[in-house]
């Protein structure tokens, strides 16, 4: 049976829309906050006629923020943040179901995937999601005519444009939103450096988002990736845990609470000594090398675990990655020390074999939740992607009156976010009495 699909898109198989349907329907279940302002959009149609790209992690969470923006009135095209973490049935829903322009297929190559962040630029959005921020890294790129830096597809594509269109395609974005520590880290970087061509909102500083998202959200479905791609035991296990920042102490607690012993490395001595005085080890990787079982890299950071690392591992030893990029294990260095190809010794597991000894690496360094597992659980997702309803909602309001530099989303807003998700938990909490204001607001109330 065909399926026939009447928007632009690049997906694996639009017969699989009805499995990503139902599996969109049971993410949403868990989101009240985004059904709660989809309601509001429908009646307001703040992103009326509003082109909006996306390059986030497609998946059912997703599919629900699509559903969202749509509602609002954007019209919405989508490409994979990652080239594993694409549900190819969530992507044959949205295009099939909803007449979205997706352009993703899970496993999709370096090229390809280049192809998708093209695709969905080419849409000439007036306002662009972002998470690591790759599509707005290539909007920029163009804009400065630094083609080099661009991949291929990018480039043929940016190059064979008139400069004025160039020029265009940017200056007509009103504004992005940024999802992840990386690519806030990235966009600071830019408006630094004075080239920043737009205002971003960053939604992971918002408290409703990372204090949850990249602690509960990847603290789980990090143990989740793992124990699917491996089903090993980790009570009793030594796990090292690169990192200790959001992400850091969400895996950290998660494998605590299934028995595993756990050691973490840090550069940022105060993030050290929390690590320290919640009760783990503390120690350089050249020394957790040599003890570790499970090594899980959640830093943000380059070559975290690297050939000096590799060559004192214990035999059977596994490495992964939760951290934004596949950089923070030095594959290429493994390889090249490594005696002979990997061998994938299950779906998502490479085996190398290092002076005799095997190492394993998981999902292929890359983001191993989304890998191996299904990412966050939808009930974190719905704050994160309240924010990006609303932070697109606020760029498009204040439209003109932002500038070129990285916002963080209103706290009235966070605040909003956060009371939404309590009344959708059945949660209430205590209000101030007008004495407690006038004390808290008071210098000399003070005995
Ligand atoms: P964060 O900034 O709160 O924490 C990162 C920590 O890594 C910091 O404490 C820093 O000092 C430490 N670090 C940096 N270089 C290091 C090194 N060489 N060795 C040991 N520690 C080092 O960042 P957050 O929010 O925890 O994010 C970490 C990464 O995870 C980012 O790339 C982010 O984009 C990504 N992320 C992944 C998610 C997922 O679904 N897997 C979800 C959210 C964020």
Sequence with gaps: MTTKVH?????????????????TEWAERSMPVLRQIRARFEAERPLERKRLSACLHVTSETANLV????????????????????????????????GISVYARKGEDHRTYYEHIRAALAHRPDLTMDDGADLVGALHMIALERFDDLAEPVREWATALAQEDRQALVSQVIGSTEETTTGVIRLKAMARDDVLQFPVMAVNDSHT????????????????????ATNYLLAGSVVVVAGYGMCGRGFAA????????????????????????????????????????????LT??????????FRIMKDGAMVANSGH???????EGLAQIADGA?????????????????????GEGRLINLAAAEGHPASVMDMSFANQALASEYLVRNAGILERQVYRVPEGIDREIAELKLRGMSIQIDELSPEQERYLASWHLGT
């Design 7 to 23: 928007v632009e898109c690049d997906i694996r198989d639009p017969g699989l829309a009805e499995a990503g349907r139902l599996r």
């Design 254 to 297: 998660r494998a605590q609470g299934v028995g595993a012993n756990i050691i973490v490395t840090e550069v940022d001595p105060v993030k050290a000594l929390e690590a320290a005085m919640d009760g783990f080890r503390v120690m350089p990787m050249i020394e957790a090398a040599r003890v570790g079982d499970l090594f899980v890299t």
């Design 67 to 98: 559903h969202t923006l749509k509602a609002g009135g954007a019209e919405v095209a989508l490409c994979a943040s990652n080239p594993l973490s694409t549900q190819d049935d969530v992507a044959a829903h949205l295009v099939v179901n909803e």
């Design 325 to 331: 990029f596949n950089v923070e294990i030095d594959l």
């Design 342 to 362: 990997p061998r994938r010794i299950r779906p998502l597991v490479d085996e190398y074999r290092v002076d005799s000894r095997r190492i394993h690496v998981l």
């Design 300 to 309: 943000g950071n380059v070559g975290v675990i690297g050939v000096s690392h």
């Design 209 to 228: 988002k990372h204090l949850f998202d990249n602690r509960y959200g990847t603290g789980q479905s990090t143990l989740d990736g793992i124990l699917r």
